[in-house]
T-cell receptor, first 109, second 113 residues
Framework: GQNIDQPTEMTATEGAIVQINCTYQTSGFNGLFWYQQHAGEAPTFLSYNVLDGLEEKGRFSSFLSRSKGYSYLLLKELQMKDSASYLCAVRDRNYKLSFGAGTTVTVRA | DAMVIQNPRYQVTQFGKPVTLSCSQTLNHNVMYWYQQKSSQAPKLLFHYYDKDFNNEADTPDNFQSRRPNTSFCFLDIRSPGLGDAAMYLC????????????FGPGTRLTVT
């Protein structure tokens, strides 16, 4: 199984940078995903890491260290629309996803 | 646009009255998943179909059943809903062609009265 930990809440100011950390313990790592979920809506895919290092996609970047069981999602130039829950999900060798409980990010003007 | 569709978006049922939630997809993905997500909690996988093969999670209650009559459709049947089954139910699809990245539908919010 997987144990996935991420902070419950974070608050930041519009235009700032926020880093959401995720630590995991897994029995068979096969990739880590970050999803964005607005209240009452479905999760939408943000990023995918399977090898160590940084993946950059516009204002969003995700980092993975497999030896440390650690990932972070970096949100730059925060906008009000970035207020949402961010879910870290670990995939196992059977391609099943286990999700963290999510980090609620609130962006203030 | 290719997508994952869930109907209805909101469903109200009575305690103990069977209810069916539906999911359809135009992505032609061979894997379909059902998740349960309660407020402020992680989505929890209930079961998934790999093609026609049904894969139940060990801790999914017997009260939850699923059917997949063809590639495009998948149903979640709750035989006797309890108050604790009130949640958002998410359907997702994936395919090996896209490294099994999961595409989610908008979800069905189930209320049990």
């Amino acid at each position: 199984g997987q144990n996935i930990d991420q902070p419950t809440e974070m608050t930041a100011t519009e235009g700032a940078i926020v880093q959401i950390n995720c630590t995991y313990q897994t029995s068979g790592f096969n990739g880590l995903f970050w999803y964005q979920q607005h209240a009452g809506e479905a999760p939408t895919f943000l990023s995918y890491n399977v090898l160590d290092g940084l993946e950059e996609k516009g204002r969003f970047s995700s980092f993975l260290s497999r030896s440390k069981g650690y990932s972070y999602l970096l949100l730059k130039e925060l906008q009000m629309k970035d207020s949402a829950s961010y879910l870290c999900a670990v995939r196992d060798r059977n391609y099943k996803l286990s999700f963290g409980a999510g980090t609620t990010v609130t962006v203030r003007a | 646009d290719a997508m994952v569709i869930q109907n209805p978006r909101y469903q109200v049922t009575q305690f103990g009255k069977p209810v069916t939630l539906s999911c359809s997809q135009t992505l032609n993905h061979n894997v379909m998943y059902w998740y349960q997500q309660k407020s402020s909690q992680a989505p929890k996988l209930l079961f998934h179909y790999y093609d026609k093969d049904f894969n139940n999670e060990a801790d999914t209650p017997d009260n939850f059943q699923s059917r997949r009559p063809n590639t495009s459709f998948c149903f979640l049947d709750i035989r006797s809903p309890g108050l604790g089954d009130a949640a958002m139910y998410l359907c997702a699809t994936s395919t090996s062609d896209k490294n099994y990245e999961q595409y989610f539908g908008p979800g069905t919010r189930l209320t049990v009265t």
